[in-house]
C-alpha cells in the first residue's frame, strides 16, 4: 500500500494536470510534503523497526554460538555482507518507496555493524576496552545517518552515546576522569539532526544534557551545576513562549522547547533542594521549595493551554514539590496516621488543581468552537 506522502504527492500531479493549482503551487505542496513526511511513525513503522532489532540480535547471535566452528575468513565476510546488504538493500527500498522496511534494514546494519566490532576484536585481540567500541560504533552509525539522511539512524547514534554516557558516568568502565567527551557528542549530534531532520533526536539530545549535568554533580558542588541549569531553563522557557515562532524556526523541535525547559527547570531546583534538605538548612529549602512552586505555576499559565504535556510536567513536579516539602519539612510534627492524613489531604488538593486547572484550559477551545 502506498504511503500517505506518495498519495499526497500522486494528487498533486493530478490537480496540476487538471488545473486545479498551478506549478508554483504544486511545487511548494511537494516541498512541504517532503520536509514532512519523516515526522510521522505509522504503527507499521513500528513494528518494522521491532522487526529488525529482533533479527539482528538473532543473526548475531547466531553468529556468535557458532563462532568456533565457522572459518575466520567466512566470519569476517560473513558480518561485512549483513552490514553492505542492510545498507544497500534499505536504500534500494527506499528509493521504491517502502521506507519503513528500508530503514528497519539500516538498523540491522547498524546493529551489525556494533556486534562486529565486538566479535573482531575478540577474534583478532585488538586492543582496546568496550568504552572505546561504544565510541566507535556511535560515530559508524553516525556517519552511515549522514550519508543516508536517516531519522532512525540519527535517533540510534543518540542512543549509543546515551549509553556510553550511562555506562561511563556510573564508572562500569572503570574510568579515569569524568565524560566530558559527550559534550562534543552531543553538539555534533545535534548538528547532525538537522541535515537528517530527526526532531525526534533533538528531543532525546536535550534530555541526555539535562541527565548529564545531573551526572556531573558527582565532580562538582551541586549549586555550581544546578543553579546556571535553572538559570537556563527559566531563560529558554521564556524565550519559548515570548519568541516562540523564531526559537521553534532555529530549533525545530514542534514547539515543545518550553517542556524541556520546565523539566530542566525543576531538576535544578530538585538538585538545590536534595542539597539544602542534607545539610538541614530548612529556611534556604523553603526559599526553593517556593521558587519551585511558583515557576510550576507560571509555566502552566504561559504555556500550559498550548501544551498538554507541559501541563503534566507541572502537575508530576507540584506533586513531587508537595511530597518532599512534608517529607522535610512537617515530617517531625506528624505521627504515621498524621502522614497518611496528610498524604490524602495533599493528594485531594492536587486532584483539585488539576481539574480546574483542566477545566479553564478547555474552555477557550469550547468557545472557540461554538463560535
Known sequence: MASYSSRVRADIARWLQAGLIDASTAEALTRDVDANERRSLSFGSILAMMAALLFGAAVLIFVAANWEAIPRLVRVAALF????????????????????????????????????????????????????????????TALAAIALRSNPLTVASVGIADAWLFLTGF?????????????????????????????????????????????????????????????????????????????????????????????????????????????????????????????????????????RGLRWVGYAGFAFELAIIYVVMLQSMLDTAGFFLAAAVLLGLLALVILRVEKRMRAPDAEGAAA
Open 81 to 140: 555482507a549483513i552490514i553492505i546488504a542492510g545498507y544497500v538493500g534499505g536504500a534500494v527500498l527506499k528509493t521504491r518507496d517502502h521506507a519503513a522496511i528500508g530503514e528497519a534494514l539500516w538498523i540491522v546494519a547498524a546493529a551489525a555493524f556494533g556486534g562486529s566490532i565486538a566479535l573482531i576484536s575478540q577474534m583478532y585481540h585488538l586492543s582496546g576496552d568496550e568504552a572505546s567500541a561504544l565510541i566507535t560504533w556511535g560515530a559508524g
Open 171 to 307: 564508572d562500569y568502565f572503570r574510568r579515569t576522569e569524568f565524560p566530558h567527551l559527550f559534550v562534543v557528542m552531543v553538539i555534533v549530534l545535534f548538528a547532525i539532526s538537522f541535515w537528517t531532520r530527526s526532531q525526534a533526536a533533538r528531543h532525546l539530545i536535550i534530555l541526555s544534557v539535562i541527565f548529564y549535568l545531573v551526572l556531573l554533580l558527582t565532580e562538582y558542588e551541586t549549586l555550581q551545576v544546578a543553579v546556571p541549569l535553572i538559570i537556563v531553563s527559566a531563560l529558554l522557557f521564556a524565550a519559548a513562549i515570548f519568541a516562540a515562532g523564531p526559537v521553534d524556526r532555529i530549533l525545530q523541535l514542534g514547539g515543545r522547547l518550553p517542556l524541556h525547559a520546565l523539566i530542566g527547570f525543576l531538576t535544578g531546583l530538585a538538585m538545590v533542594q536534595f542539597e539544602l534538605a542534607g545539610e538541614g538548612n530548612n529556611s534556604g529549602f523553603g526559599i526553593a521549595s517556593v521558587i519551585a512552586l511558583a515557576g510550576i505555576v507560571a509555566a502552566i499559565v504561559l504555556g500550559g493551554r498550548e501544551s
